[in-house]
């Protein structure tokens, strides 16, 4: 009787532990799909938004002649570009110029008209244990997200001015990978610097984004701000920074850095924050 006993109570002991790994099994995967849904949920209103018709009128200007080569350069394909899906994968760090790099891959959704993206990305911080990000600009409004296991949130940021600029910055920055919304019919204003430099301007909603783009053989070599806002603690401050572009390829008629690397510039020196390589790109115009 007494084994018999035992037996059933290491029976029970084997079920509850079976329940409990399962249970953790689990955890992963409900953390995707709640994620996933999520993002689908956004990036359709990020596209519905952008079906919506809106007036693009065709400003007459003359553009400083870095900028008419850059076009020239990049663009076999003149179409406007409408709608844009990247794919990438690279590094990048959460902390200061010590803290170590974390692997991570992301399917960018861009759109142009209006200005509008969602950056979705899956970060390892440590092996099997995927933190997710969410990084949104969407009707004027910035948002950031970050949850472990895509089920545990970690922290979040809601729309603020300084975090609405500095998403508007950053789709700016990044319209090296969809050209045409850089040209002065989306709204973008060029102003030139010298003969390998010039200043672009994109007002949205109640957001102002100015960047410097440095020039170099037709090719957009590098970004700058003067003053970017940065999440610092619980508010944010206007910190230097710096977008690098490189290794230029052609993909479906334009020609975009398929390499960049994210500098913000501290008091105490550099910070690497991101590096990333472009594997796919979709046009849709």
Same mark, same amino acid.
């Given at each position: 009787m007494r084994a018999i006993v035992h037996g059933m109570r290491v029976d029970r002991l084997l079920s509850g532990v079976g329940a409990v790994v399962a249970g953790a099994a689990l955890v992963p995967y409900l953390g995707y799909r709640k994620w996933s849904w999520e993002t689908e949920r956004r990036v359709q209103a990020l596209h519905e938004l952008a079906d919506r018709p809106q007036r693009r009128e065709r400003t007459?200007?003359? $553009?400083? *002649?870095? &900028? %008419?080569?850059y076009f020239d350069t990049v663009l076999e394909d003149e179409r406007?570009? +409408?709608?844009?899906?990247?794919?990438? &994968?690279?590094? $990048?760090? /959460?902390?200061? #110029?010590?803290?170590?790099?974390?692997?991570? /891959?992301?399917?960018?959704? &861009?759109?142009?008209?209006?200005? +509008?993206?969602?950056?979705? %990305?899956?970060?390892?911080?440590?092996?099997?244990?995927?933190?997710?990000?969410?990084?949104?600009?969407? +009707?004027?409004?910035?948002?950031? *997200?970050?949850?472990?296991?895509?089920?545990?949130? $970690? +922290? #979040?940021?809601? %729309?603020?001015?300084?975090?609405n600029e500095a998403e508007l910055m950053r789709y700016l920055a990044e319209a090296v990978w969809y050209p045409t919304a850089l040209r002065p019919e989306t709204g973008v204003e060029w102003t030139a610097v010298d003969a390998e430099t010039a200043e672009a301007t994109l007002e949205h909603g109640g957001a102002s984004a100015t960047l410097t783009f440095t020039f170099e053989d037709g090719l957009v070599r590098r970004v700058h701000a003067d003053a970017r806002y940065r999440s610092v603690d619980d508010g944010f401050e206007p910190t230097p920074w710096t977008g690098r572009w490189d290794d230029y390829e052609l993909r479906h008629g334009v020609r975009v850095p398929t390499?960049?690397?994210?500098?913000?510039?501290?008091d105490d020196g550099d910070l690497h924050a991101w590096r990333g390589r472009l594997r796919h790109v979709e046009y849709h115009r």
């Amino acid at each position: 009787m007494r084994a018999i006993v035992h037996g059933m109570r290491v029976d029970r002991l084997l079920s509850g532990v079976g329940a409990v790994v399962a249970g953790a099994a689990l955890v992963p995967y409900l953390g995707y799909r709640k994620w996933s849904w999520e993002t689908e949920r956004r990036v359709q209103a990020l596209h519905e938004l952008a079906d919506r018709p809106q007036r693009r009128e065709r400003t007459p200007t003359d $553009l400083p *002649e870095p &900028v %008419a080569d850059y076009f020239d350069t990049v663009l076999e394909d003149e179409r406007p570009i +409408g709608r844009v899906r990247l794919s990438q &994968v690279g590094k $990048l760090r /959460t902390g200061d #110029a010590s803290s170590p790099w974390r692997p991570f /891959t992301a399917t960018h959704h &861009v759109t142009t008209n209006p200005p +509008g993206f969602l950056w979705d %990305a899956r970060v390892e911080f440590v092996p099997f244990v995927p933190v997710r990000v969410r990084d949104t600009y969407c +009707g004027g409004d910035g948002a950031g *997200e970050v949850a472990l296991f895509g089920l545990l949130s $970690l +922290g #979040a940021s809601e %729309a603020s001015p300084e975090l609405n600029e500095a998403e508007l910055m950053r789709y700016l920055a990044e319209a090296v990978w969809y050209p045409t919304a850089l040209r002065p019919e989306t709204g973008v204003e060029w102003t030139a610097v010298d003969a390998e430099t010039a200043e672009a301007t994109l007002e949205h909603g109640g957001a102002s984004a100015t960047l410097t783009f440095t020039f170099e053989d037709g090719l957009v070599r590098r970004v700058h701000a003067d003053a970017r806002y940065r999440s610092v603690d619980d508010g944010f401050e206007p910190t230097p920074w710096t977008g690098r572009w490189d290794d230029y390829e052609l993909r479906h008629g334009v020609r975009v850095p398929t390499t960049g690397d994210v500098i913000w510039h501290l008091d105490d020196g550099d910070l690497h924050a991101w590096r990333g390589r472009l594997r796919h790109v979709e046009y849709h115009r």
